[in-house]
């Protein structure tokens, strides 16, 4: 292979650049000439003691790492691939008790409980009031008499309200978790002047509050989805401490990525405008994967090799840092025809959006394809003309494809 022609010092994990776009074309020239490389980064850049990390750019090498965990471990410095280059370790380290940093055989026992909450059983019982909820969101939109922020007005309310019905968190607190979220992980985007010491307190009360739920149904048990996580700990399930993290993981997993996701997609839609007169006409069933791989909500995580290994020819060093950019495995030419045209009939679509397979595949993979289903089709209903005003404003996130306002209008 020949080398690819990137600039010196590119990082595909600068906030400053995916503040702006995701580097697809960058991507695509890993892929094509290096598809596993060195990124180098400057010590204690993303937080952490060493000199940069391996990005991994193609479907099938994404794919090994995600399902090979004994190889790459979730737990040796977490999941995610670049923190403020002020925090203490202790504050890495912490992360350890969210789901998504753990490895087995810990993981294997918190997932198999936590799982319970994701059963098909379960999101069957939730789609009618998040039906009525999709209406209500996009009727209320549709009432406003100029233009509106899309974010805010309609991809936040339907993951928000989803997560209050699934864990019985009252609607009326929903502000509160949707405002801890954005502070866990706005850290990097100096519009919101939000520091590292701020998330961590979001974070802390996030966790206070849902530690404060367990509590109060291990007192007076209900007939609901805490309670049967809660209850009756030495038969298997969490304590309030795992309980919290839980619930934390959920307000970014399933609020962030969903929202965004659904942000993506309009934005597609409406400057793909041939696909949004045919999700109109024929509501493709293959629409909401589509609109999950284009959008690809998170661009990356990382893992830590846990011996020498080998990858994509490269030698791979224990405690090597393994960036897996979900962005670049979603649009391989190995794997998706034509991959960066918006095919809302693509079909099939093995994407990694939810994740490359493994034990950190997406538990609410069937929740988010659900909520992303409902809310257009409740667009397409009540707000068909519905047009762009501006172009997006993209949130300055070293891992996360973020969308902070999409202004539009009713035609």
């Known amino acids: 292979m020949s080398c690819p022609a990137l600039p010196d010092g590119f990082d595909f994990t600068d906030p400053d650049l995916l503040q702006h776009r995701v580097p697809l074309p960058e991507f695509a020239e890993l892929r094509r000439a290096e598809p596993v490389r060195w990124i180098p980064q400057s010590s204690n850049l993303a937080g952490f003691q060493d000199e940069g990390y391996w990005a991994v750019t193609r479907h099938a090498d994404v794919k090994y790492v995600s399902t090979h965990p004994e190889l790459y471990s979730s737990y040796l410095n977490t999941a995610i691939i670049r923190f403020n280059e002020h925090i203490e370790r202790d504050a890495i380290d912490a992360q350890r008790l969210i789901l998504l940093n753990m490895d087995p055989p810990e993981h294997t026992r918190v997932r198999q409980i936590v799982q319970r909450v994701f059963t098909p059983r379960a999101i069957r019982a939730l789609e009618d009031r998040l039906r009525a909820r999709a209406g209500s969101i996009v009727a209320e939109a549709r009432a406003n008499p100029g233009p509106f922020d899309f974010v805010t007005s309609v991809a936040c309310e339907l993951p928000l309200q989803a997560i209050a019905e699934l864990i019985g968190i009252p609607q009326d ?239």
């Open 173 to 411: 607190d929903r502000a509160k978790i949707f405002d801890w979220s954005n502070k866990m992980i706005s850290y990097d985007d100096p519009e919101y002047a939000i520091t590292e010491e701020v998330g961590q307190e979001s974070a802390t009360e996030l966790i206070a509050y849902a530690m404060n739920m367990a509590a109060d149904r291990k007192q007076c048990p209900a007939k609901d989805i805490v309670t049967t996580l809660v209850s009756a700990e030495d038969e298997g399930n969490l304590n309030s401490d795992e309980f919290g993290f839980f619930v934390l993981m959920l307000a970014v997993a399933g609020n962030e990525t969903t929202r965004n996701a659904i942000t993506h997609g309009m934005h597609a839609f409406l400057t793909n405008p041939e696909q949004w007169e045919l999700y109109k006409a024929e509501r493709p069933a293959t629409a909401a994967e589509e609109i999950v791989r284009w959008a690809t909500p998170v661009n990356s995580f990382q893992r830590t090799a846990t011996q020498d290994t080998e990858l994509g020819g490269k030698q791979i060093k224990k405690g090597d840092r393994v960036g897996i950019f979900y962005a670049a495995a979603n649009h391989d030419p190995e794997v998706f025809d034509n991959p960066d045209t918006f095919d809302i009939t693509r079909d099939p679509n093995p994407h990694l959006g939810f994740g490359g397979g493994g034990p950190h595949y997406c538990l609410g993979k069937s929740l988010a394809v659900l909520e992303i289903d409902l809310i257009f089709n409740a667009i397409a209903e009540a707000m068909p003309d519905l047009r762009l005003v501006g172009d997006p404003r993209r949130l300055r996130s070293a891992w996360i494809n973020g969308v902070k306002e999409l202004q539009v209008s009713l035609a």
